[in-house]
């Protein structure tokens, strides 16, 4: 069993920063792949961000050059940066991760809001 907490969202005016923070429990040594999906109010959950365990790091293009993903392999745990923050970012921030044997496990939720 894998079990994720997550941290660090909040409210923040247009440009501003915020940091979030995952960190994962069991699983050692099988997670693989953990990221951010944001599920905005109304629509779907779509991924924002992963990083594989060896440190290769993907975006979704409107996030590309603002937001930045890092992982502590030892702590099990990944952060997300977010810098230059726009009110479309405004959404709930899920942290998932990928455990080799018992598949994806999602974490409670963040919610992010900016405002304009």
């Known amino acids: 069993q894998v079990q994720l907490v997550e941290s660090g969202g909040g409210l923040v005016q247009s440009g501003g920063s915020l940091r979030l923070s995952c960190a994962a429990s069991?699983?050692?040594?099988?997670?693989?792949?953990m990221g951010w999906y944001r599920q905005a109010p109304g629509k779907q959950r779509d991924l924002v961000a992963s990083i594989s365990v060896g440190g290769r790091a993907d975006y979704v293009d409107s996030v590309r050059g603002r937001f930045t993903i890092s992982r502590d392999n030892a702590e099990n745990s990944i952060q997300l940066q977010m810098n230059s923050l726009k009110a479309e970012d405004t959404a709930v921030y899920y942290c998932?991760?990928?455990?080799?044997?018992?598949?994806?496990?999602w974490g409670q939720g963040t919610q992010v809001t900016v405002s304009s």
């Open positions: 998932y991760a990928y455990d080799l044997v018992l598949g994806t496990y």
């Open positions: 069991g699983g050692a040594g099988r997670i693989t792949d």
